[in-house]
Structure formats: structure tokens, C-alpha cells
């Protein structure tokens, strides 16, 4: 097996600490995954995986080979793009994962055309709201929404996504229309939280520099976009969402929007991957393209 192809699938299943993952990730037959490890393992003379009923973990030679292994890796899927023109037809598969709302209102809407221009490329792009595992899911970048915890991924600046304040016409006709700051106290919000925990429900607005908030009642806490925005247009509290992600209610007249010298900062958004250096020439020109539709 070429030599190359052993040290990608090494990468792989210590990535994931698994044979059998490692194999369903790179379509291959399991035996054949445990082969190539072998077949290396051998080549150096050195055991690089300790295997156990449960689990694979790195030796202390695997860990050392593994650093130098995704750098000549990288290095090498950049050599084999090196002289290909930048606007050449990509191939391949990749794997990006972003929140359900910016991939249903901004990118699969455009996707066709990027898709049309590079026929032999196929995208797997998952949509979630979780927090997912670049490394153990294999994902080649994830894009996240708002402000970034601490990582050890390399994250590039996509652009930002300005917030605005909705409710629903039968929301207003129960609770009437907020028109100042003041008239929050009666008012309930729709409160968002991941873990659904049960952080207090505040409703956030931009005062010159600094963002202020606001203590508010709240009947209802939701974990991903979808719910968020049906529970506004069911008319249980008010939402602080992306302006794209409500456009279509707004001009339906489904939404309405309130206190607009009032909304929440614009949210940023980030492309985030494994490695600063050699980024693939698929993950390049995605990202470039992702980043122009903000």
C-alpha cells in the first residue's frame, strides 16, 4: 500500500481513536485500515498504537510520528495542487458543519451556483445547533456564530451578522407593542440557551461601546434556531435573531419588527479548522466563497 495513503489512515484512526470509525470515515474495509497501521508500524520498526477491547491510544513514538505525519500530509495534498490554476474545478468531498439557520437561509440558497462550478466536488454539510468535534466527527471546518471560546483551531473571519428585535402579530395583540426600553417589564422573552440551562432570560441592546442588558420574564427557553424563531411566530415572547434568518417572516407579515434603535450587537462569524499551515486548496476556495455571500 502506498506510503502515503498509510500515513493518512494512521492520521485518521489516531484522530478518532478507533479502527472501526477511521474505516467508516474513509470507506474502507475495516481489515484493511488495521493492515495499513500494521504495515507502517513495521516500516519503522516502532509500535504507534496501543489497542485495547475499548479503545486505540497513541504510544509515545505514535504521538511524536503523528505531529510530523499531518505536517508531510498537509504538505503533500498542497503539492499535489501546486501548479493547478485557482479556478480550476474542484473534486473530492468536503465536510463542513454550521448552524441550521445560516446554512437554511443563507447558504443552501446559494449553494447551486458554487456547486454548478465545480461539479466533481461533493459537500457533506451537516446543520446543527450542537457543538460539534471537528477532529473525532472529521469534519474538514466548522462555522460558528457568535463569540468564540477558547480552541486550540485556527479561526478565519467570515464576516458579521447584524441582530434585530421581532415579535408576531399575535403576540402584539396580546401583550401590545414594545416602544421603549421601559416597556420591557411587562413584556416576556423568548430565551435561548444550549444546554437549557437556566441562565436568566436578558434582553440585549448596543449603547455607544458596550452592550447593556435588560432582566425579563420569560415562559419559554429553546436550544436551536428553529424552535427559536417558532416560538416567536407563536407568539410567546420576543426574539433577538439575525436580520436573515427573519427576512422571509417580514415580508410575509409574520414577524414585526420592535425597538429597532435598540437591537443586539451583530453577531460574528468564523470559519474554524485543524491546521494554520497548507489549508486545502477545497477548504480554500469554499471558505473564499463563503465569505464573500456576507
Not at 470507506?27 to 516502532?46: D, H, I, R, Y
Not at 505514535?62 to 500530509?73: A, D, M, P
Not at 420574564?217 to 436551536?224: A, D, F, L, M
Request: hydrophobic share 40%; proline share 4%.
Amino acid at each position: 500500500m502506498d506510503r502515503i495513503l498509510q500515513m493518512q489512515i494512521f492520521q485518521r484512526v489516531a484522530e478518532l481513536g478507533s479502527f472501526s470509525r477511521a474505516a467508516e470515515q474513509l470507506g474502507l474495509p475495516k481489515t484493511s485500515v488495521s493492515e495499513a497501521v500494521q504495515q507502517l508500524e513495521q516500516s519503522l520498526g516502532s509500535r504507534l498504537l496501543h489497542r485495547t477491547t475499548r479503545r486505540v491510544e497513541l504510544s509515545h513514538e505514535g504521538q511524536l510520528y503523528l505531529r510530523r505525519c499531518s505536517e508531510l500530509v498537509a504538505e503533500f495534498d498542497e503539492l499535489q495542487h501546486l501548479f493547478k490554476a485557482d479556478d480550476q474545478q474542484l473534486s473530492g468531498v468536503l465536510r463542513i458543519d454550521m448552524p441550521t439557520g445560516l446554512a437554511k437561509n443563507l447558504v443552501l440558497p446559494r449553494l447551486p451556483d458554487f456547486l454548478q462550478q465545480h461539479p466533481q466536488l461533493h459537500l457533506q454539510l451537516s446543520s446543527t445547533d450542537r457543538r460539534v468535534d471537528l477532529i473525532a466527527e472529521g469534519f474538514d471546518a466548522i462555522v460558528r456564530v457568535g463569540e468564540l471560546k477558547d480552541s486550540s483551531l485556527i479561526a478565519r473571519p467570515l464576516g458579521q451578522m447584524p441582530q434585530i428585535n421581532c415579535v408576531s402579530p399575535a403576540y402584539i395583540q396580546r401583550f401590545g407593542k414594545p416602544e421603549r426600553l421601559d416597556d420591557l417589564s411587562q413584556h416576556q422573552l423568548v430565551n435561548y440557551s444550549q444546554q437549557l440551562s437556566g441562565q436568566a432570560a436578558e434582553f440585549e441592546y448596543l449603547q455607544g461601546s458596550g452592550v447593556q442588558r435588560i432582566r425579563m420574564q420569560s415562559q419559554i427557553t429553546v436550544n436551536n434556531a428553529e424552535a427559536y424563531s417558532a416560538a416567536c411566530l407563536a407568539g410567546l415572547g420576543i426574539i433577538q435573531v439575525p436580520e436573515s434568518g427573519a427576512r422571509a417572516h417580514l415580508q410575509s407579515g409574520a414577524m414585526v419588527q420592535v425597538l429597532t434603535d435598540f437591537n443586539a450587537p451583530a453577531m460574528p462569524v468564523n470559519l474554524l479548522y485543524a491546521h494554520r499551515k497548507l489549508v486545502s486548496r477545497n477548504l480554500r476556495v469554499f471558505s473564499d466563497w463563503l465569505s464573500q455571500q456576507f
